[in-house]
C-alpha cells in the first residue's frame, strides 16, 4: 500500500497520467489499481507580465526569486528587432514581477543563463544588429524564396562571461572566453564544472542573412574564466538550438537545427533536411554515445526539455507548416511516450497557433514541503514566415504558465 503524499493548501495538484505509464510495469501488476485521473493541468500565472513580450530570453531560480532576462523582441523587417538586457524579479511565482537591473552585459537573445551555487552566470548570445541593405528592394543576388528586405542582419556574437549574486549586479569575469561567440548554444553545469557546446555564428539566409557557421565543438570550464577544449568536433552533427540537460549521470543532447526554414530552396522539408530529433549523451563532453537517432516527437528548432520525477519531458518547438502540438516523456532519452492527457497540449493551446518556440522554462518546487516539483514556461514565439509583421507583432508573448507534476497515487 502506498502512502497518499499531499502539499500544502494552495498548491495545484497535477496526477501526471503519462509520466505513470512510463513507470515500471510491475508498480500496475498484480491487480493493483491504476492512478487516480489528474485534477489540473496547465494553468496561465499571468497573462501580461510586466516584463515586455519577448524570445530568446532566459530563466533563472535564485534562492526563492524567479528571474527573467534578455531576449529579442517581435521581429520588424523594417527597423530591426528590439533587444533586451533587463532583468526581472518574482518571489511569488510568477504572478507579479520587478525590474532589478538594466544588465551590465549588452543586450542580446539566444544566449545561456546557469546558475551554479548561489550566482548566475550569462554566456554568449547574439545582438541581431542590422546594416541598410544597399540592393533593396531588388536584391538580384537573393535565392529564391528569400525575401528583400531594407536592412540585412549583421549580428555580434557574443562569448564574454557575467556573474551575478543577486540578478541586479553583474560583473564580466572574461570578456572572451576560449569558444568562439556565438547563439543558440547549449550549455549546462555538470559535476561542478561549466560546459558549453555547439551552436552558431552568422545569421540565416533564409531570413536575409549570408549564412551560417554551425559548431559541434566541446568547451568545459571550472571557473568560467578558463575554458578548455574537451573535442574540437564531437560526433553528432552541428547544430543550434540543441536543448541540453542533466539527467542520470549524463549530459544529454536533444534535437536542435542546422537552419530555420528553407528559403524556398527545391526540395527542401525542413524537418527531413534543417531540424534535429536525435538525442546523444555523455559523461565527459567528449565521450558520446547515440541515444536514438530519432525520438518519438518530431524534429524541431526552439522546443524545451526539462528533468522531472526521473523523466526528460520535451514540448513546444517551431514546426513546418505548422508547430507540434504534443508533450513527450522518457526515462532513458531512447523510449519516448506522448502524454495525450493533461499535459497536452502545452498552454491549452487551442491550435498550433498557439504553441510556442523560443520560450524559456524551469522546473522548481513551488511550495515549501512540497515535494513534486512544477514546470514553469516564460515569454516565447508564435511569429510565423509568412505573416505580416503586423501581425507578427502580437505573437511574440510575455505570459508565464506553470504545471503541477505529482503523481497519482496508488493503493
Not at 543577486?166 to 561567440?181: F, R, S, V
Not at 513546418?320 to 497540449?345: C, H, I, Q, T, Y
Request: glycine share 12%; aromatic share 12%.
Amino acid at each position: 500500500m502506498r502512502r497518499r503524499v499531499s502539499c500544502p493548501a494552495g498548491t495545484l495538484g497535477l496526477a501526471v497520467a503519462g509520466l505513470l505509464l512510463l513507470a515500471p510495469p510491475l508498480a500496475l501488476a498484480g491487480g493493483k489499481k491504476k492512478p487516480h485521473p489528474p485534477k489540473s493541468a496547465w494553468s496561465e500565472v499571468v497573462e501580461h507580465a510586466e516584463w515586455s513580450p519577448r524570445a530568446g530570453l532566459q530563466a533563472v531560480a535564485l534562492g526563492r526569486k524567479l528571474l527573467v532576462m534578455g531576449g529579442r523582441g517581435p521581429f520588424n523587417p523594417a527597423f530591426g528587432t528590439e533587444l533586451f538586457n533587463d532583468v526581472w524579479s518574482s518571489e511569488d511565482l510568477g504572478r507579479s514581477w520587478q525590474k532589478i537591473s538594466d544588465a551590465e552585459w549588452p543586450a542580446r537573445g539566444y544566449f545561456q543563463a546557469l546558475r551554479r551555487g548561489r550566482s548566475v552566470y550569462v554566456l554568449g548570445g547574439q545582438n541581431f544588429d542590422i546594416l541598410p541593405n544597399l540592393d533593396f528592394p531588388l536584391c538580384p543576388g537573393n535565392p529564391p524564396g528569400v525575401p528583400c528586405l531594407p536592412f540585412v542582419p549583421n549580428s555580434t556574437f557574443f562569448n564574454d562571461v557575467w556573474r551575478s549574486d543577486d540578478g541586479a549586479n553583474w560583473t564580466q569575469i572574461t570578456p572572451a572566453a576560449g569558444w568562439e561567440g556565438r547563439a543558440g548554444l547549449s550549455a549546462v553545469v555538470f559535476n561542478g564544472r561549466f560546459f558549453v557546446f555547439g551552436g552558431s555564428q552568422g545569421d540565416d539566409a533564409s531570413t536575409g542573412g549570408t549564412g551560417r557557421v554551425l559548431f559541434n565543438d566541446v568547451w568545459t570550464s571550472k571557473d568560467g574564466v578558463n575554458w578548455m577544449q574537451v573535442t574540437p568536433s564531437a560526433p553528432w552533427a552541428p547544430r543550434a538550438g540543441g536543448v541540453a540537460v542533466v539527467h542520470r549521470g549524463h549530459i544529454y543532447l536533444l534535437g536542435g537545427e542546422r537552419g530555420f526554414t528553407c528559403g524556398g530552396a527545391p526540395g527542401c522539408v525542413p524537418e527531413r533536411d534543417l531540424y534535429f530529433n536525435d538525442v546523444w549523451r555523455t559523461r565527459n563532453g567528449r565521450d558520446w554515445e547515440l541515444v536514438t537517432p530519432a525520438a518519438g516527437w518530431s524534429a524541431r528548432p526552439g522546443h524545451q526539455c526539462v528533468t522531472a520525477l526521473g523523466y526528460i519531458a520535451c514540448f513546444g518547438g517551431y514546426g513546418e507548416p505548422e508547430n507540434p502540438v504534443d508533450f513527450w516523456v522518457s526515462r532513458d532519452g531512447a523510449r519516448w511516450r506522448e502524454v495525450k492527457k493533461r499535459l497536452s497540449p502545452p498552454w491549452r493551446a487551442a491550435s498550433a497557433d498557439d504553441v510556442k518556440y523560443d520560450f524559456d522554462a524551469l522546473v522548481v518546487k513551488s511550495r515549501p514541503g512540497c515535494w513534486f516539483p512544477t514546470i514553469f514556461t516564460f515569454g516565447g514565439d508564435r511569429e510565423r514566415f509568412e505573416l505580416p509583421p503586423e501581425e507578427n507583432a502580437t505573437r511574440v508573448d510575455n505570459d508565464v504558465w506553470r504545471v503541477d507534476l505529482r503523481p497519482g497515487h496508488r493503493r
